[in-house]
């Protein structure tokens, strides 16, 4: 089984490194000085589960890896709609795009049987801008319950959690995804294959969709967030809205806001990705998180005004960065 790792960032890296560990032919696309650093010492994995090194192949030209069974896609959304010219090289007739995405991943509609089946989410899939380039029927979703860091180029901090949970958009149990999920349990990763990975989605993004905003416009690690009575309160409610719009979709996401409140706390004095990307001056992911659930609001008649809020601030942060970038 070949592997690439395309956009081997912080979960990117740390998946391309377990795998490589397991034996599979793993194949890093990264750049600058962490693809500098990688290619000199490999990618060094510091974690409570033990510290490890592994020294898989990487590149920034995906042509000199060629064709390969499963693409890892471990870029920000964001970087999805202009993916397709790195992608292509990587592909043969049955190559599946695992998308370790936070947030409404771009193939949410496919295959969902029901009022909304095959509708595309504008603030996710802009002009079919990411359906163009990585195609439906390559589609595997990953919901990540891992939460990790670029320490410094090359070294990939791994705070907790080890669960990436995948499924196919029509919910069948196929060859590929069991061949992957072998592959990263041999890993030492847990990897399940899911029937109904929406229901995954939506209790993630129960977490990303408050957590990950508040974070950045009060740049408070989670556990901080929790501490705060106010900002409890706002998670809790932003949570609520979110659940709604779930149902709205067809889709209960079966937790209490208290019981994942409290596994989003477990993560402690983590910074959330969104925050670790403002630090760094880089786009906010938000539309897959916000800006996509505010959609679906419209699209459904949910009352969403705390998210709509949220969404509205945390816009204009973003907005403010992309211009100073
Ligand atoms: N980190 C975490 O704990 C978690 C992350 N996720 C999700 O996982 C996904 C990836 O996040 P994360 O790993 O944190 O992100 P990172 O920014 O750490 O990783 C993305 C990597 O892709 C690289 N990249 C971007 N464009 C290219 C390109 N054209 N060629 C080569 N490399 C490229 C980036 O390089 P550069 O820095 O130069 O742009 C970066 O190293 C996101 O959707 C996120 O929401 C989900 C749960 C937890
Ligand atoms: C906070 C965490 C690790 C889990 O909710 C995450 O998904 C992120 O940082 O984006």
């Given at each position: 089984m070949k592997v690439a790792v395309?956009?081997?960032?912080?979960i990117g890296a740390y998946v391309g490194a377990a795998l490589h560990r397991a034996g599979v032919e793993v194949h890093l696309i990264a750049r600058g000085p962490h693809l500098e650093a990688i290619r000199k010492s490999g990618v060094m994995v510091l974690s409570p589960r033990g510290d490890f090194v592994a020294h898989p192949h990487a590149t920034d030209d995906p042509s000199e890896v060629g064709?390969?069974?499963h693409v890892f896609l471990g870029l920000k959304a964001n970087h999805y709609a202009a993916s397709g010219p790195m992608i292509k090289p990587l592909l043969h007739e049955a190559t599946s795009v695992i998308a370790a995405q936070?947030?409404?991943?771009?193939?949410?509609?496919?295959?969902?049987?029901?009022?909304?089946?095959?509708?595309?989410?504008e603030s996710v899939d802009p002009g079919g801008t990411v359906t163009a380039a990585l195609p439906l029927h390559r589609a595997v979703g990953c919901v990540v319950y891992a939460a990790t860091e670029i320490?410094?180029?090359g070294v990939i901090r791994h705070y907790e959690g080890t669960r990436f949970s995948i499924g196919e958009p029509s919910g069948e149990p196929t060859a590929r995804c069991a061949e992957f999920s072998e592959a990263m349990v041999a890993g030492g990763l847990k990897c399940p294959v899911e029937t109904d990975l929406r229901r995954d989605v939506w209790i993630k993004l129960m977490g990303n969709i408050a957590f990950n905003p508040i974070s950045a416009l009060a740049r408070a690690t989670m556990a901080g967030i929790c501490r705060h009575d106010g900002a409890r309160e706002l998670v809790r409610s932003m949570m609520t809205e979110t659940v709604d719009v779930a149902r709205r979709v067809g889709?209960?996401?079966?937790?209490s806001i208290e019981r994942r409140l409290r596994g989003a706390e477990k993560a402690g004095e983590h910074k959330t990705s969104t925050l670790q990307d403002l630090e760094k001056g880089k786009p906010l992911e938000l539309d897959v998180l916000l800006a996509a659930v505010v959609e679906l609001a419209d699209l459904t008649g949910a009352d969403v005004p705390t998210l709509r809020a949220i969404h509205a601030v945390s816009d204009l942060l973003n907005e403010n960065l992309v211009r100073a970038v």
């Amino acid at each position: 089984m070949k592997v690439a790792v395309l956009g081997a960032g912080a979960i990117g890296a740390y998946v391309g490194a377990a795998l490589h560990r397991a034996g599979v032919e793993v194949h890093l696309i990264a750049r600058g000085p962490h693809l500098e650093a990688i290619r000199k010492s490999g990618v060094m994995v510091l974690s409570p589960r033990g510290d490890f090194v592994a020294h898989p192949h990487a590149t920034d030209d995906p042509s000199e890896v060629g064709p390969v069974d499963h693409v890892f896609l471990g870029l920000k959304a964001n970087h999805y709609a202009a993916s397709g010219p790195m992608i292509k090289p990587l592909l043969h007739e049955a190559t599946s795009v695992i998308a370790a995405q936070n947030g409404i991943p771009w193939w949410y509609f496919h295959g969902l049987k029901g009022p909304y089946e095959g509708y595309r989410i504008e603030s996710v899939d802009p002009g079919g801008t990411v359906t163009a380039a990585l195609p439906l029927h390559r589609a595997v979703g990953c919901v990540v319950y891992a939460a990790t860091e670029i320490e410094r180029p090359g070294v990939i901090r791994h705070y907790e959690g080890t669960r990436f949970s995948i499924g196919e958009p029509s919910g069948e149990p196929t060859a590929r995804c069991a061949e992957f999920s072998e592959a990263m349990v041999a890993g030492g990763l847990k990897c399940p294959v899911e029937t109904d990975l929406r229901r995954d989605v939506w209790i993630k993004l129960m977490g990303n969709i408050a957590f990950n905003p508040i974070s950045a416009l009060a740049r408070a690690t989670m556990a901080g967030i929790c501490r705060h009575d106010g900002a409890r309160e706002l998670v809790r409610s932003m949570m609520t809205e979110t659940v709604d719009v779930a149902r709205r979709v067809g889709c209960d996401p079966g937790i209490s806001i208290e019981r994942r409140l409290r596994g989003a706390e477990k993560a402690g004095e983590h910074k959330t990705s969104t925050l670790q990307d403002l630090e760094k001056g880089k786009p906010l992911e938000l539309d897959v998180l916000l800006a996509a659930v505010v959609e679906l609001a419209d699209l459904t008649g949910a009352d969403v005004p705390t998210l709509r809020a949220i969404h509205a601030v945390s816009d204009l942060l973003n907005e403010n960065l992309v211009r100073a970038v």
